[in-house]
């Protein structure tokens, strides 16, 4: 570590040198984790539906993002990290992971939100409060770092990895706790994923809008929602529940844009209050909870949905865009940002992670996770047995 602290501050004090050249070797080993990554996930997709536990046709469930992390940190603390890749890597967390939130808005039309209804919406509204809520709960009673307890509660409560990364450089979270929040994450998730479809079944076994509305609102991450929506379907023969998931969970999605900066002010205010360390101690200006990348991701969201409005009312999107031509265009772009701007950060978080320093984490943040995934999906379970038959979707 001293000698990557000593390699940092003398490329710092190096006058005029050639910026590209001292990041450029950290940012091709960040590209070849990440196809790795990509790689080995898409492979373990494989190996699953080849093992009949997902349907022919299924994406992998497993995160290339994931996969990218994991690699890094064996990279990091089991070969020992050449000091003249620590540059490229710190770039890729930072610029790449900000590129892939914004690209990731051309995803999310504010027209599927709509389509929930009235009372769709606050059920999403409610589990989304659970599992933050409950983790914040969890952690304060555990005494764990609210850094990271407030990044699993995103994660759980709103849409996963995706969630996790683009709250970590507002509360400004280490590698450890970032790399730590995503393992909770995925390792919940993946359960969920697996047992869910026949808790469903169990429960909405002739509802395929009650099904997918408890898939939506349960699982964490989008992938895995996918993954249990088409479980559902392959064993019980409904399609449907398949698109209603799909809608709930890129609502859950479009809540990123509130959710980050409202946890984030409670996150300082907090810490102000209990005599938190540094930068802590201060509330930022109300402007730092917003930044910059949240707001591209709205433009984005906002180009998303009137591209898609114009398809609906005109037939093209912004006036020469075919319907074809304009999936093809948001699809490519959001998928762009999602897989490779986000792979590229996750390899720099990988690399940029000191494996020891997860044991002065310990087992408890696991419990919490595991609490939260537990607690909505009860509370999800609850809502939609009682109000999901007046969601029409």
Not at 141 to 166: D, H, W
Not at 224 to 249: R, S
Not at 352 to 370: N, R
């Amino acid at each position: 570590m001293e000698t990557i602290k000593m390699y940092m501050n003398k490329v710092a004090a190096t006058p005029n040198r050639n910026y590209v050249s001292v990041i450029l070797p950290g940012l091709v080993i960040c590209f070849l984790i990440m196809m790795l990554g990509i790689y080995l996930a898409e492979l373990i997709g494989v190996v699953i539906v080849k093992l009949n536990i997902l349907p022919e046709g299924s994406a992998s469930p497993v995160s290339g993002i994931f996969v990218a992390i994991l690699i890094g940190i064996i990279i990091r603390n089991a070969l020992k990290l050449h000091p003249i890749f620590v540059e490229g890597a710190a770039f890729s967390v930072k610029y790449a992971l900000r590129a892939g939130i914004i690209l990731l808005g051309l995803r999310l039309s504010l027209i599927e939100a709509v389509r929930l209804g009235a009372w769709g919406i606050p059920l999403v509204v409610i589990c989304i409060s659970c599992g933050i809520f409950v983790t914040l709960f969890f952690t304060k009673k555990l005494n764990q770092s609210k850094r990271l307890g407030t990044l699993i509660a995103c994660g759980t409560g709103i849409c996963g990895v995706t969630a996790i990364m683009a709250t970590s450089p507002v509360l400004k979270a280490k590698d450890n706790e970032i790399s730590y929040a995503v393992a909770n994450i995925t390792v919940f998730g993946l359960v969920g994923m697996l047992f869910y479809p026949y808790l469903a079944n169990l429960f909405f076994a002739d509802d395929p809008i009650k099904a997918g509305l408890f898939l939506g609102t349960a699982i964490h991450d989008t992938a895995q929602v996918t993954g249990a929506a088409l479980i559902f379907n392959q064993v019980f023969d409904m399609e449907q529940a398949v698109d209603v998931a799909m809608v709930t969970k890129l609502t859950r999605n479009l809540f990123i844009i509130a959710v980050i900066p409202l946890i984030s002010f409670f996150f300082y205010k907090n810490a102000s209050q209990e005599g938190g360390i540094g930068e802590e101690r201060n509330i930022p200006k109300w402007y730092k909870f917003i930044p910059l990348f949240v707001i591209g991701f709205l433009l984005l969201a906002l180009v998303r949905t009137i591209g898609d409005m114009n398809i609906t009312n005109n037939g093209v999107a912004f006036g020469f865009l075919e319907p074809d031509a304009w999936k093809s265009f948001y699809s490519a772009s959001s998928s762009f940002g999602t897989t490779y701007m986000l792979g590229l950060a996750m390899a720099g978080v990988g690399l940029s992670t000191d494996f020891s320093k997860f044991k002065g984490l310990g087992i408890k943040p696991f419990l919490i996770g595991l609490i939260a995934a537990v607690a909505v999906g009860a509370v999800s379970l609850t809502l939609v047995s009682l109000f999901g038959h007046l969601v029409a979707v």
